[in-house]
């Protein structure tokens, strides 16, 4: 199995603000996803951070209101910008070994 | 487009009792995975089980088994003997291909109530 480590577990923001998550894993990944999961909904990937080259991003996300940066290949953030209450969700980061996909527990975040 | 459908958002068991949770997919792919994923209210995703689609004995793992019948693109979990930790959100997904680099596409999630 594989550790993920995300911080932080959970924020209060206010709305124009932005905020960070970051997500560690204890092994050497070529991917790693982030998703989001509105409140009582099932999980959307934002995007697929490839370490080396930009993200690629889903339909209905950008990379101005969602950066991703993965220096390397045990690390990557997701910035949420200029946040609203729409924001609020859990945001999630997940990485693949050996055909299985292990997640994060998790960044609980509220924008007032 | 590949999609997952779970159609009970809600169900509950009796503790040692046996539920099944259902799932269904669309895809014209011939290579992928199945997976269940639970997601109690700690919020961490832990994997259930996984099924690759070439294979046709269905996974099991513990009290926990899968019907996977592909030409119906239909995918449900078993729990048998249900445990008071087993109450959690659960999620099918699928993926295409073998590598581990591809997205995964969730259903809806069926929240599972195991009462004492």
């Known amino acids: 199995s594989a550790v993920i480590s995300q911080k932080p577990s959970r924020d209060i923001c206010q709305r124009g603000t932005s905020l960070t998550i970051q997500c560690q894993v204890d092994s050497q990944v070529t991917m790693m996803f982030w998703y989001r999961q509105q409140p009582g909904q099932s999980l959307t990937l934002i995007a697929t951070?490839?370490?080396?080259?930009?993200?690629?991003?889903e339909s209905g996300f950008v990379i101005d209101k969602f950066p991703i940066s993965r220096p390397n290949l045990t690390f990557s953030t997701l910035t949420v910008s200029n946040m609203s209450p729409e924001d609020s969700s859990i945001y999630l980061c997940s990485m693949g070994l050996g055909n299985i996909q292990y997640f994060g527990a998790g960044t609980r975040l509220s924008v007032l | 487009a590949q999609t997952v459908t779970q159609s009970q958002p809600e169900m509950s068991v009796q503790e040692a009792e046996t539920v099944t949770l259902s799932c269904t997919y669309d895809?014209?792919?011939?290579?992928?995975?199945l997976f269940w994923y639970k997601q109690p209210p700690s919020r961490q995703m832990i994997l259930v089980i996984r099924?690759?689609?070439?294979?046709?004995q269905n996974a099991t793992e513990n009290r926990f088994s899968v019907n996977f019948q592909k030409a119906a693109k239909s995918f449900s979990l078993k729990i048998s003997d249900s445990q008071l930790g087993d109450t959690a959100m659960y999620f099918c997904?699928?993926?295409?291909?073998?590598?581990?680099?591809?997205?995964?596409?969730f259903g809806q999630g069926t929240t599972l109530q195991v009462k004492p």
């Open positions: 951070a490839n370490q080396g080259s930009e993200a690629t991003y």
């Open positions: 895809t014209s792919e011939s290579n992928y995975y």
């Open positions: 997904a699928f993926r295409i291909g073998s590598s581990n680099t591809g997205k995964l596409i």
């Open positions: 099924q690759e689609a070439y294979k046709q």
